[in-house]
């Protein structure tokens, strides 16, 4: 497995838990200082265990010598990331063409080499060149098994997927995939074996289309405001008709996080370079955008037009629960905003502010607890819905802070008891909101 993020390092241990002999190579050297001393350098929940037994049952190891780890290896997995270029909006693909060069040097073998990050359409088809030019010799194939693991339930995902989309050419490779995803197999996982350009594209279809649908509600929550209907009943009404689907029907600050938005800016660049330009994903960028970019907004008004002064309690700030990923998150527009408003703001995330405190402006300070976060604030903000924020007692919320105002950005509390309260409670796209 190269790469021992959030995907490799999931895919790893979850592999070995499977029974199969899986060495990752990863190329950070704190990382690996972390995970050789048993510490995870990422938060997911479950992985500790999981990764502690498979180390000591010995099936899961950790370095970064490239041809120790790959020297035997039927698979290699190739788990880097494949971040927005900067500039362009296309996926940044030097870190997946370096790995797979470096692979190729030392390969002994044949191997099936498995791009498991997300790449465009087309990638497969280079790597093929590029290890043909680098070891014109070698046998191997390439192939594409994207993953579709949400960070935060990350082990279940892998273990228990919807499907596994499995991309390759060859009967040979089918069989080495086929044989890695046994276990899965077994408990009757749909195993969807395509082209590799398929395989490529579907990844990018899939989040396209939970993206477009989250800012779909994202609009109708506006909407309910103008009009004055309840943007959770709307989703319910629709929700529940199996052709929607109930999931991902949340309205909040706009999707973020490492995947949605890079995936939809990516898949828009795929395909106006194909001449098929997809109007509906560039429209859902471009809302998105625009509605992270608001949310400041929302919260400077709901402050009465200025936060100049103003003391703000801030609830959450990874891009969403169970997770300490703060990429593309929505608390940093936000943050930024008010902070250069003049804001005085007090935030508190249960796992995300050691990763928050590099990315957000100097002058935020960080807190022990939710209640301390609203200590003394004129407003306090909910941007992640983390379960313990839930669990809050809103008149003890209350009597901690200056002022009333409550800007619910995840719709966690409830309208009714939180005017109860005494809050000037202010959800997205509720009545009473
Ligand atoms: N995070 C998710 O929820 C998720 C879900 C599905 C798919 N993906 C895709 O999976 C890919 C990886 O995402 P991630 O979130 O795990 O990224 P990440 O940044 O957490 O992990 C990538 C890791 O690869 C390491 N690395 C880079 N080049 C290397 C090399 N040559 N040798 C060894 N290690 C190297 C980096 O140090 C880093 O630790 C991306 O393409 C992403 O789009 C991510």
Redesign the pocket.
């Known amino acids: 497995m ?7 390092l999931v895919s790893a241990a979850c592999f070995a838990e499977f029974g199969v002999e899986v060495a990752v ?4 050297g704190t ?1 690996l200082a972390a995970l050789r001393a048993g510490r995870m350098p990422i938060y997911e929940p479950g992985l500790e265990r999981l990764v502690t037994e498979n180390v000591a049952a010995g099936r899961l190891s950790f370095g970064d010598d490239l041809a120790a780890g790959v020297a035997d290896a039927e698979a290699v997995f190739i ?4 971040p927005t270029r900067r500039g362009d909006g296309h996926a940044d693909l030097s ?1 997946v063409y ?2 797979v060069e ?1 692979v190729a040097r030392v390969l002994r073998g044949y191997t099936v080499i498995v791009t ?3 790449v465009p359409v087309g990638t497969g088809r280079r790597i093929s060149e590029i290890v043909r030019q680098v070891r014109p010799e070698l046998e191997f194939d390439v192939a594409s098994n994207p ?5 935060g339930s990350a082990i279940n995902d892998f273990m228990r997927p919807d499907r596994v989309v499995i991309g390759c050419e060859s009967a040979r490779a089918r069989e080495v995939l086929r044989g890695l995803y046994r276990p899965l197999y077994l408990i009757e996982t749909p195993i969807v074996f395509t082209g590799i350009e398929t395989a490529e594209l579907t990844k990018y279809a899939a989040n396209a289309f939970l993206a477009m649908k989250v800012t779909f509600i994202n609009e109708m929550a506006d909407l309910c405001e103008h009009v004055g209907a309840d943007v959770h009943d709307v989703a319910r009404g629709i929700g529940l008709d199996g052709r929607i689907g109930r999931k991902f029907l949340h309205p909040g600050p706009g999707f973020g996080g ?2 949605f938005p890079k ?1 939809t800016l990516a898949l828009m660049r795929i395909a106006q370079d194909a001449g098929a330009p997809s109007r509906l994903v560039e429209t859902t960028v471009a809302v998105n955008e625009a509605r992270k970019a608001g949310m400041a907004a929302r919260i400077i008004a709901a402050c009465g037009g200025s936060v100049r002064g103003k003391v703000i309690g801030v609830l959450g700030l990874t891009f969403k629960p169970e997770t300490d990923d703060m990429r593309d998150s929505p608390s940093l527009p936000i943050l930024a905003r008010l902070v250069g408003d003049g804001a005085v703001v007090r935030a508190f995330d249960p796992e995300g502010m050691e990763q928050a405190r590099p990315l957000l402006p100097d002058g935020v300070s960080y807190c022990h607890d939710a209640l301390d976060a609203a200590q003394g604030a004129d407003a306090l903000v909910v941007i992640t819905e983390w379960n313990e924020f839930r669990a809050l007692s809103p008149a003890r919320l209350r009597a901690a802070m200056r002022g009333k105002v409550l800007v619910d950005l995840r719709n966690v509390y409830d309208p009714v008891a939180m005017t109860q309260a005494g809050f000037s409670y202010h959800a997205i796209g509720r009545v009473g909101g």
């Open positions: 190269i790469g021992g993020g959030y995907v490799g190579v990863e190329a950070d990382k788990a880097v990331g494949t870190y370096a790995a470096q498991k990050s997300t993953e579709f693991l949400r960070e490492s995947c995936d």
